[in-house]
């Protein structure tokens, strides 16, 4: 036996394991049910579609500087999309004209901003004058991150409408995306 030959996989065939799936048991009614269990269905909230709104909210999400720190936004950018929302992520080491550039092309009805570094004192106030030079005031804009609360009154009076501080759950963010934010009108 060679080297290579050695660490081959053996296949071999489940029977059966498939066919519960493809071939239902029936019952005397003829109503056909899975074999095994019933599988619990885990309560979904509403979607956009369900919820009366026309059309999908799109929502940019970006990371302002020089901030490295991405996990927290990649979870907030998934909660929201799989809560039904249209999410574009535009990555890491964005700049004002760069995020206000791609939510115009997106045509996008909210902006979700993290900052961990502390440029936010800066950068989003920025991101809320160019969406108002861009007569983009009416997208919503919003932002998380560790976000001190002296600097959480300063980001409101430019124009962020929330900031969600360390420990806010995505439940907690999608429901204020759904109360807060509607597609945008032509």
């Given at each position: 036996m060679t080297g290579r030959s050695r660490h081959?996989?053996?296949?071999?065939?489940?029977?059966?394991?498939?066919?519960?799936?493809i071939f239902p048991i029936h019952d005397e009614a003829g109503d056909a049910h899975p074999a095994g269990p019933t599988p619990r269905i885990a309560e979904v909230p509403p979607r956009w579609y369900e919820s009366g709104v026309s059309g999908r909210v799109r929502i940019l999400v970006a990371k302002p500087g020089l901030d490295g720190h991405d996990r927290g936004v990649k979870i907030i950018a998934r909660a929201l999309r799989d809560a039904g929302f249209e999410v574009i992520y535009t990555g890491l080491h964005q700049t004002p004209e760069m995020i206000v550039a791609a939510a115009l092309d997106e045509d996008v009805d909210a902006i979700g901003l993290s900052s961990m570094s502390g440029?936010?004192?800066?950068?989003?106030?920025?991101?809320?004058?160019?969406?108002?030079?861009?007569?983009?005031?009416?997208?919503?804009v919003f932002a998380g991150g560790i976000i001190p609360?002296?600097?959480?009154?300063?980001?409101?009076?430019?124009?962020?409408?929330?900031?969600?501080?360390?420990?806010?759950?995505?439940?907690?963010v999608v429901s204020w995306v759904r109360e807060h934010v509607t597609p945008r009108t032509a």
């Amino acid at each position: 036996m060679t080297g290579r030959s050695r660490h081959r996989p053996s296949i071999r065939a489940i029977r059966g394991v498939a066919a519960v799936a493809i071939f239902p048991i029936h019952d005397e009614a003829g109503d056909a049910h899975p074999a095994g269990p019933t599988p619990r269905i885990a309560e979904v909230p509403p979607r956009w579609y369900e919820s009366g709104v026309s059309g999908r909210v799109r929502i940019l999400v970006a990371k302002p500087g020089l901030d490295g720190h991405d996990r927290g936004v990649k979870i907030i950018a998934r909660a929201l999309r799989d809560a039904g929302f249209e999410v574009i992520y535009t990555g890491l080491h964005q700049t004002p004209e760069m995020i206000v550039a791609a939510a115009l092309d997106e045509d996008v009805d909210a902006i979700g901003l993290s900052s961990m570094s502390g440029a936010h004192n800066t950068l989003v106030p920025r991101i809320c004058r160019l969406l108002a030079e861009k007569k983009a005031g009416d997208i919503v804009v919003f932002a998380g991150g560790i976000i001190p609360e002296l600097d959480q009154a300063r980001l409101t009076e430019a124009g962020v409408k929330a900031v969600f501080g360390p420990g806010t759950s995505t439940e907690a963010v999608v429901s204020w995306v759904r109360e807060h934010v509607t597609p945008r009108t032509a």
